[in-house]
């Protein structure tokens, strides 16, 4: 069992940053892939970013990379995410995830984050 709770959103200006966090409880954090997914007004929840259990590999959406970087720190139990050059488009409830391995559906994520807003005026 893993309880996730999500931090760090709110309100910036466009090309402004955030950085989200998510700290996970249990004592198998590491052994799960980590993940973002983000959720837009009448929109469904799509993927975002991904780590595997260790780091070592990240995964991208084409719409967000080379400006979110995901990152964990299994000490702490914590994974991040780290926004840079916001657009109003990035507006939207951003949720963690665990998964047994690196997904990019909704259906095969194990654990979900209560989810955290994420707003960027123009």
């Known amino acids: 069992q893993v309880q996730l709770v999500e931090s760090g959103g709110g309100l910036v200006q466009a090309g402004g940053s955030l950085r989200l966090s998510c700290a996970a409880s249990?004592?198998?954090?590491?052994?799960?892939?980590m993940e973002w997914f983000r959720q837009a007004p009448g929109k469904e929840r799509e993927f975002v970013a991904a780590?595997?259990?260790?780091?070592?590999?990240?995964y991208y959406a084409d719409s967000v990379k080379g400006r979110f970087t995901i990152s964990r720190d299994n000490a702490k139990s914590t994974v991040y995410l780290q926004m840079n050059s916001l657009k109003p488009e990035d507006t939207a409830v951003y949720y963690c995830?665990?998964?047994?391995?690196?997904?990019?559906?909704?259906?095969?994520?194990?654990?979900w984050g209560q989810g955290t807003q994420v707003t960027v005026s123009s």
């Open positions: 995830a665990a998964a047994m391995t690196v997904v990019v559906t909704t259906q095969k994520v194990g654990y």
């Open positions: 249990g004592r198998t954090f590491g052994s799960y892939a």
């Open positions: 780590t595997r259990w260790n780091g070592g590999s990240t």
